[in-house]
């Protein structure tokens, strides 16, 4: 059974930086794609960011040259940096990855405030 566990969400003035962390657990951790996708309230969950197996990484158009998702194999951690953060990246971050089977994490709060 895979398990995803986020952490490092919280409150940070607007033009901060956050790091999220997900650990994960019960895989070849080296072998899978991970993503971190985001919920606003009221709104579709949203894909994020994308790196696959072999480092390749994918962004979407609102938080390209400011968040950088990043692995770490021998930690089975996959990691998103958020730098210049506004008031609309608040939102629930939630790692993913899926290979035949799909998995997410619980989730971890991010509040940007104005």
């Known amino acids: 059974q895979v398990q995803l566990v986020e952490s490092g969400g919280g409150l940070v003035q607007a033009g901060g930086s956050l790091r999220l962390s997900c650990a994960a657990s019960g895989t070849i951790f080296s072998t899978r794609p991970m993503d971190w996708y985001r919920q606003a309230p009221g709104k579709q969950r949203e894909l994020v960011a994308t790196i696959t197996s072999g480092g390749s990484e994918n962004y979407a158009d609102s938080v390209k040259g400011r968040f950088t998702i990043s692995r770490d194999n021998a930690k089975n951690t996959v990691y998103l940096r958020m730098n210049s953060l506004k008031p609309e990246d608040t939102a629930v971050y939630y790692c993913?990855?899926?290979?035949?089977?799909?998995?997410w994490g619980q989730g971890t709060q991010v509040t940007v405030s104005s």
């Open positions: 993913h990855t899926k290979v035949l089977l799909e998995y």
